[in-house]
């Protein structure tokens, strides 16, 4: 059953926070921002982290503490600069345009479509896409869940109307059940993405099913993460618990969930760290062959 919100007036909605501000589908204005800050924060004192995960059915909660602290202590406000390093500018607006021309491509969105990021982190690339995608449908809502308390921070903190909220990629229907509590993320979405997130989980199919299991009946998702690689030193360095994927592996553990798959790899960008350099792929999923 839905809890009322727990704080002094409630983490408003998010189309009050749109509506506050009399242009939707805009970047949102300091005073709504701040609000929207100043309730996340609150919210996320009240927080228990561990009992949240615990809730949620967590197969592995030290796995999952130890990449909180990765991602709260080596990179949460550092996040963007440290994408910029991995791709330069040129890789990264390849990422941006990919995901965008998903979102906008057929089968084409809802007037007001609501899109998901799954593992948002600081919002570096959930940004950069809603405001392409927000150019071509204005009243597009966007809404990022990640697990790191610091990361979405750093993205509350940027001027743009997305509404931030922890979670689990392998519970994303859990996550936003929990999250309703504070704030009025909707049960299901017309298109989820997800940016390299899934090498960080330690149970990337149940990620395909979790997407599945929010995602509406003519609903698409991508997925861009790593393609497999030898480089062991990036667990250490980003916090990596899967060394990319084969893209079979990939197809694998998508088609188990979903009738329309396709995988291919973006040519031409690399993630570049410690001198090594690993392809990236895209995995598009679709609910309708
Ligand atoms: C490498 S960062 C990517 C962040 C962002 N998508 C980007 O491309 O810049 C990985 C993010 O996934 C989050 N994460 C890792 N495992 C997760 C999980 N199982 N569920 C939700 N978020 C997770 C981390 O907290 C971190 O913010």
């Known amino acids: 059953m839905r809890r009322s919100p727990p704080l002094g007036g409630g983490f408003k909605s998010h189309s009050q926070y749109c509506a506050m501000y009399n242009n939707p589908g805009s970047t949102i204005g300091s005073f709504e921002q701040i609000a929207m800050l100043t309730d996340f924060k609150k919210h996320l004192d009240q927080l228990q982290l561990e009992s949240v995960f615990r809730d949620l059915g967590v197969s592995d909660p030290t796995a999952l503490a130890r990449t909180v602290k990765h991602f709260t202590t080596k990179e949460g406000e550092k996040r963007d600069k440290i994408v910029l ?28 479509p609501k899109i998901l990021d799954v593992g948002a982190g600081s919002g570096f690339f959930t940004v950069k896409v809603a405001k392409k995608v927000l150019l071509k449908c204005p009243k597009a809502d966007f809404y990022a869940l990640d697990l790191t308390p610091a990361m979405l921070l750093s993205l509350a903190k940027k001027k743009i109307q997305i509404a931030p909220f922890i979670g689990i990629a392998e519970n994303i229907k859990g996550s936003i059940e929990h999250a309703r509590s504070y704030c009025d993320i909707p049960l299901s979405f017309d298109a989820v993405f997800s940016t390299l997130m899934l090498h960080h989980s330690t149970e990337p199919e149940r990620v395909f099913e979790s997407i599945q299991k929010v995602l509406k009946a003519n609903g698409k998702a991508m997925i861009v993460d790593m393609m497999e690689h030898s480089f062991k030193e990036f667990k250490a360095q980003m916090g990596d618990v899967h060394l990319g994927f084969k893209l079979e592996s990939v197809y694998e553990m998508a088609q188990k969930h979903f009738p329309a798959v396709q995988i291919e790899k973006i040519s031409g960008i690399c993630c570049e760290c410690l001198g090594r350099s690993a392809e990236i792929f895209a995995a598009v999923v679709r609910n309708r062959a």
Request: glycine fraction near 10%; charged fraction near 30%; aromatic fraction near 10%.
């Open 85 to 112: 390093d991995y791709f330069g500018k040129g890789g990264i607006e390849r990422i941006v345009d990919v995901v965008t021309e998903f979102l906008l491509e057929p089968p084409k969105l809802p007037e007001n």
